[in-house]
């Protein structure tokens, strides 16, 4: 049965949504800023939401190209993409670089890596960040939540939520590493990124065009992190 504006379960799914926007988070502060069960917690955590997803849509009865439209699986614009991406990346690389270099302490950094078991492996840690989770972001915000969004709420009020929303876990992941204000400031990072990536998928850009851009910054943010993680070392 097709949910409407006069389906009984509208309050509840509305509940659910606003539920399923908290579970990222509840995610990183559990296996990331508390560390319990990382190795076991963190991938469970995120077939759970994925087997959401899965199930809120075939809740909802989406016909086939209901689905496709509300996922943005469209043919990709790669040039725009990849200019995102790499607008994204100079921003923070730039920041990095020219401002941030000297002030952060690298030491916290190295030190939740090998908490983690994380300094050793970081090459292949930076793929799956930067490759598969930066996928799983963008099934999970972009082409689940952000559609969940707009179909209740504006344009504006939708770039809001999904930017605000989407910067709220990134608490849990900075917070053991940086000072609060630099955690404040990195996380409003996230959440522009997070407003950007809502409006390209408000405009019709396609899901594939916000995953190459986000490639594209996770890579900047990736290099950053490993920079630091040699700096401790030496």
């Not at 996922?71 to 990346?89: C, E, F, K, S, V």
């Amino acid at each position: 049965m097709r949910l409407d504006e006069s389906h009984p379960s509208k309050r509840l799914a509305l509940w659910l949504l606003g539920v399923l926007c908290l579970v990222p988070a509840t995610q990183t502060a559990v296996t990331v800023y508390w560390q319990i069960g990382p190795g076991f917690l963190y991938p469970l955590m995120k077939l759970v939401m994925i087997a959401a997803v899965i199930g809120g849509w075939w809740w909802m009865g989406l016909s086939r190209r209901e689905l496709v439209n509300r996922i943005g699986w469209r043919r990709p614009r790669p040039i725009a993409a990849i200019g995102i991406g790499a607008l994204m990346a100079a921003v923070m690389l730039g920041a990095y670089y020219l401002v941030l270099i000297d002030r952060l302490d690298p030491a916290p950094v190295l030190a939740k890596a090998r908490a983690l078991n994380l300094a050793e492996h970081y090459a292949l840690f930076a793929a799956v960040i930067a490759l598969g989770n930066a996928a799983f972001e963008e099934f999970y915000w972009r082409a689940f939540l952000v559609g969940e969004f707009r179909q209740r709420f504006s344009a504006v009020w939708t770039c809001i939520a999904g930017g605000t929303l989407f910067g709220l876990h990134h608490i849990f992941a900075l917070a053991p590493l940086f000072p609060v204000g630099w955690t404040g400031l990195f996380v409003l990072g996230t959440m522009a990124a997070g407003a950007v990536w809502t409006l390209m998928r408000i405009r019709g850009l396609s899901i594939w065009d916000c995953y190459i851009s986000h490639v594209g910054a996770d890579l900047a943010i990736l290099w950053m992190g490993y920079d630091l993680l040699v700096r401790a070392a030496v």
